[in-house]
């Protein structure tokens, strides 16, 4: 959902939801050998994908800024150099409604004109393909929605897919460096910190182009 130009030129003011760590990271490989295998392969694979993002988890936990922290801050630069003032709603979250899909803004006060929710979908890196010279590359997917601070309505919404090729439908796809293209998950082990920062460019990708979207 693009932002309607009249609605943009009255905004001054934006207080950003605080944003939570990413509940999982993940490394994941989709096909190959074990796929071959029906049920008993499936279940090889996905206990070899979990022990690898346990891996990579350990690895990451301590950078700082973390990725959460990082995301805020490239969203914030992003915002201020459109011009907007930006404030952290500090203890305040939107609930979801019955339907467990449906953010509900109704107990947030702000004293901003409107109100920037992020959340993370997948973030990792994901491989798909059965191929021996396929690649693992960086997987982040985010969704924005930005509501009106007294009317609750939304104003912005977007989805954002940075990286390895997924069929989500209506997301805006980024693609990533081939830089943070990697021929294992081993060699992402072996390169840890450069993969970490594979996935916080998905993130400055995605900060660039919500400034973009929201440039007066």
């Known amino acids: 959902m693009d932002i309607d130009k009249a609605v943009k030129s009255q905004i001054k ?3 950003l939801i605080p944003i939570g760590e990413p509940q999982n990271v993940q490394v994941i ?3 190959g050998a074990a796929g071959a295998f029906g049920i008993l392969g499936g279940l090889a694979q996905g206990s070899e994908n979990a022990e690898q993002s346990k891996k990579f988890v350990s690895v990451i936990k301590d950078i700082k800024p973390t990725l959460s922290e990082t995301l805020t801050i490239a969203l914030t630069q992003a915002l201020k150099e459109d011009g907007y003032e930006v404030s952290i709603a500090d203890g305040q979250r939107p609930k979801y409604l019955a339907d467990k899909k449906t953010l509900d803004f109704t107990e947030i006060k702000v004293d901003a004109d409107t109100i920037l929710c992020v959340g ?10 059965a191929s021996f010279s396929a ?3 960086p997987w982040v ?3 924005i929605q930005m509501v009106d601070a007294k009317t609750k309505k939304d104003i912005y919404s977007k989805l954002f897919s940075y990286g390895h090729e997924t069929r989500i439908r209506n997301a805006v796809k980024l693609p990533a460096d081939k830089k943070y293209n990697y021929k294992s998950s081993d060699d992402i082990m072996a390169h840890s910190i450069d993969a970490f920062g594979g996935i916080v460019d ?3 990708a995605v900060a660039k182009e919500v400034g973009g979207d929201l440039r007066q």
């Open 13 to 15: 003011r934006i207080a």
């Open 202 to 204: 998905g993130e400055k």
């Open 135 to 137: 690649r693992y590359q």
């Open 141 to 143: 997917i985010i969704k």
């Open 29 to 31: 490989y989709i096909g």
């Open 120 to 129: 993370y979908g997948a973030v990792g890196y994901m491989c798909s393909s």
